[in-house]
């Protein structure tokens, strides 16, 4: 059951006033999410699994997609939900696709965007347009391992526990500020499928934390200061 404290809403609409970096929750609407996928949409389908709880305190606006065809449009299809695609090939350059996703996502209003598996990384305009409030999920523990192979990099390298890391996005590629980590044993019998198994495992805790994530962010808002987050307790 998620709750929010009663006397939050004021304190965070305070911290707001003071700080330039702080980012309130709606003080009496549920958050609106934009979420950006590119694959299976575990991690959506999480998301879309939580927000159906009223007191969860968000809804879930838009699924965005940088291809057709995959199994996380299907979810949000199936749950009613609006989606965009916006694939690279189809503009002249980079910059006229993270134009079009960041008017795209931009339209729907989001107080967060969560990026949840989408591999694609964001431009100048995107960052700018949302920032502070751009939540991605990483299957690593960050600064470790950061990129487009966290799982198999953390195997390859030796390293005897890894993770998962919920972060903001920032203008590098998974240097935002830390949100939250879940940490995930490595066995030897890691380093026979090639991280297969290993990605699965890692995917069920970051399932969990990034529900959760997203959850404290939505209904208690957060600041950031020096790198830290920090949600209201
Ligand atoms: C997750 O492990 C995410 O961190 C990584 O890709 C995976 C996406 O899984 N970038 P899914 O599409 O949510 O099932």
Redesign the pocket.
């Known amino acids: 059951m998620y709750q929010r404290a009663g006397t939050r809403r004021t304190e965070t609409r305070a911290v707001a006033a003071a700080h330039p970096l702080a980012f309130p929750a709606p003080p009496d609407r549920p958050a609106r999410l934009v979420v950006l996928?590119s694959?299976?949409?575990?991690?959506?389908q999480a998301l879309i699994d939580a927000v159906a709880d009223p007191a969860y305190g968000a809804e879930i606006v838009a699924v965005g997609a940088d291809r057709s065809g995959i199994a996380?449009l299907e979810r949000a299809e199936k749950a009613g939900l609006a989606t965009f695609v916006h694939r690279v090939k189809d503009f002249a350059d980079r910059a006229d696709w993270d134009a079009a996703l960041t008017d795209s996502v931009a339209g729907h209003q989001p107080d967060l965007v969560v990026t949840?598996?989408f591999?694609k990384i964001l431009g100048d305009r995107f960052i700018s347009a949302f920032a502070g409030r751009i939540v991605n999920?990483?299957?690593a523990l960050l600064p470790a391992f950061p990129g487009a192979h966290g799982v198999t990099d953390a195997l390859a390298y030796g390293v005897k526990v890894t993770g998962?890391t919920v972060h903001l996005v920032d203008a590098g590629v998974d240097t935002g500020p830390i949100i939250a980590q879940g940490v995930v044993s490595i066995t030897d019998a890691d380093h026979a499928d090639g991280g297969e198994a290993l990605?699965e495992r890692?995917?069920t805790v970051?399932r969990q934390l990034l529900v959760e994530v997203v959850g404290r962010l939505a209904r208690e808002g957060h600041r950031i200061e020096d790198r830290k987050v920090w949600i209201p307790a």
């Open positions: 996928v694959g299976s949409g575990t991690n959506l996380g949840a598996g591999m999920t990483h299957p998962c990605h890692i995917k970051e």
